[in-house]
């Protein structure tokens, strides 16, 4: 048990860099991050909104979201406090995995508008304050698109080389035992040319061969198009995947998977996935970046384990600003096993890494389902208290749970490949709830997806009016986290759990913030030595309150206690 929560020896967290190192960091920024007039750049501040364009707001009736939609709706994200809005992909696109194969790397599908619209969205949203984060898909094209139509046409094609084509065994078999993410083979026969070509998803998704200098070439010019037209960074998709192996070793069996399971986990993906050769495609990514100015953001999405998802941030070259940290989705919700999981990644953060936390996003469960509502207002102080950027997925600051789909309105390859395991992503991609109104006020038309039942009570109109609603918890957590520096980019000291009460705090000069949230059902007390007062309270009911001696949680309750010593 602790008994001073607030000045007990400080137990600075980790190698986690000169922000853990040292509390005067505000007057010893680290080198390369120094953008801001205080030492932090603003994606270090900052807090990012991920937009899943087709479910956001459809402007034009055929029940799609679209970049005029987008548009239309910023208000809610500049209220609500984020800095920058991530938007998941709108190329043109055959929609095999709805966006994520994309045919046109420079152009946006006609479903979501033109290139003027939005030139018109990043204008607007940059007047209001507010970034444009891009979702780049580096690692794969449509079989739709005009390389791969190419590439497939002869063998001798000029690019044929820029994917990752293979010999048949002798037998007429597929060149190894690699598995596609979302069910069978990842090697698709091409009967014209008599090859197998790789596909880490589906066979409609094609890998790009990011050995050949002339895809990462033209991949680095997609970035500069977008570059050139104002974008302030990128969230990097599956770079995991980049590269693969050039020896066709099979990969082994992974002795952990369970029936169940993603029949993909079946084989440990060691000769498919982070390989070496992905960090030299990362560096030429951020050289890029940078020479556009320090301030563009690059956003990795790995899902890793924390050792490796380490070497993503750089090591002998220049990597992600933020390799994403997935493992608040990953991690059983008690809080012994989160306060390790703070622990472990801080301790494992190099020198001048900067932390990140997602709690969801259009590929994961929602938050509210996984945990339960109560519990998903505790998980959300968490988000935005504990050290690092968070992103936030459209809807979860409405508390939005997942939707069950029925059968005949699936839309999810990855759902019709391999059924029934709850492997679907339909149900956390339906579409945003903005008030009460036919269809919550997100398309005139039939949605592509069915709208939540609880849309009368759960949406923007509704909850921006009620002072305790869930929407209310996050836009006045985001409002302290901007206005408390120690919140945002203060040292991280210490999570631990005093029973089912996860505490840590955070520091910044002579300001103390302490954050305790109770994952139990029940009253919990916890003793502290050094008053303080109430910044927010979960239950958004007590501020400025003072504590004294002991601290008195409500069931489900989280608070944040700050206080300023001589
Ligand atoms: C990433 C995306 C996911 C997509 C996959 C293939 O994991 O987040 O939605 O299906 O990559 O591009
Ligand atoms: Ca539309």
Request: aromatic share 10%; no cysteine; proline share 8%.
């Amino acid at each position: 048990m602790q008994s001073n929560v607030f000045s007990a020896q400080l137990r600075v967290q980790g190698g986690a860099g000169p922000a853990a190192r040292s509390p005067s960091l505000v007057d010893r920024p680290s080198p390369g991050r120094r953008t801001a007039a205080d030492g932090f750049s603003w994606w270090q501040k900052g807090v990012v909104y991920q937009v899943y364009p087709r479910s956001f707001q459809d402007s034009n009736g055929d029940g799609i979201g679209d970049l005029e939609g987008i548009r239309q709706r910023l208000d809610h994200i500049v209220d609500l406090g984020a800095d920058a809005v991530w938007i998941s992909p709108f190329y043109p696109s055959p929609m095999a995995d709805f966006g994520y194969d994309v045919s046109d790397y420079k152009g946006v599908d006609p479903m979501f508008g033109t290139l003027a619209d939005f030139d018109r969205l990043v204008a607007s949203a940059h007047r209001r304050g507010l970034r444009i984060i891009l979702d780049f898909v580096p690692n794969h094209s449509s079989d739709q698109h005009p390389w791969f139509i190419e590439s497939r046409s002869s063998r001798s094609n000029p690019k044929r080389d820029w994917y990752v084509w293979r010999d048949a065994r002798p037998d007429g078999s597929p060149p190894n035992n690699w598995l596609a993410e979302f069910g069978g083979s990842a090697w698709e026969w091409d009967e014209a040319t008599g090859q197998y070509y790789y596909h880490a998803f589906l066979k409609e998704q094609p890998d790009l061969n990011w050995r050949n200098p002339e895809v990462q070439e033209a991949m680095l010019d997609v970035m500069r198009f977008w570059l050139e037209r104002g974008v302030d960074g990128f969230r990097v998709d599956a770079v995991h995947h980049l590269v693969e192996s050039e020896e066709p070793h099979d990969n082994p069996p992974n002795p952990h998977w369970r029936a169940g399971d993603s029949p993909a986990r079946r084989l440990i993906r060691l000769y498919s996935l982070d390989q070496d050769e992905t960090h030299d495609a990362i560096a030429a990514m951020r050289r890029l970046s940078d020479s556009y100015g320090e301030d563009r953001l690059l956003i990795g999405e790995a899902s890793l384990p924390i050792e490796q998802l380490m070497r993503y941030y750089g090591v002998s070259e220049p990597g992600f600003h933020l390799p994403f940290n997935f493992h608040l989705i990953k991690s059983a919700w008690k809080p012994d096993v989160i306060a390790r999981l703070i622990e472990d990644y801080e301790g494992a953060l190099p020198d001048d890494a900067w932390p990140n936390w997602v709690l969801g996003n259009h590929d994961r469960p929602r938050v509210a389902t996984r945990i339960g509502a109560r519990q998903a207002r505790v998980a959300a102080m968490l988000l935005l208290t504990v050290r690092g950027t968070p992103t936030i997925y459209q809807g979860e600051e409405l508390g939005m749970a997942d939707v069950p789909i029925p059968p005949d309105r699936v839309q999810d390859p990855w759902e019709k490949n391999v059924p029934g395991l709850g492997l679907g992503r339909d149900p956390e991609r339906t579409p945003m709830q903005w008030d009460a109104s036919r269809n919550a006020g997100f398309s005139a038309g039939e949605p592509w997806l069915p709208i939540s039942a609880d849309y009368a009570d759960v949406n923007v109109s509704a909850q921006r009016t009620n002072p305790k609603s869930m929407l209310s918890l996050y836009r006045d957590l985001i409002r302290l986290r901007h206005e408390e520096p120690a919140l945002s980019v203060g040292i991280h000291l210490a999570a631990e759990a005093i029973g089912p009460v996860l505490t840590f705090r955070r520091q910044l000069g002579n300001r103390r913030i302490l954050v305790a949230l109770n994952f139990s059902r029940d009253r919990q007390e916890i003793p502290i030595n050094a008053p303080g007062e109430v910044l927010i309270s979960t239950h958004l009911d007590r501020i400025d309150v003072q504590v004294a001696d002991v601290l008195r949680l409500r069931p489900n309750e989280g608070v944040v206690i700050g206080k300023t010593v001589e």
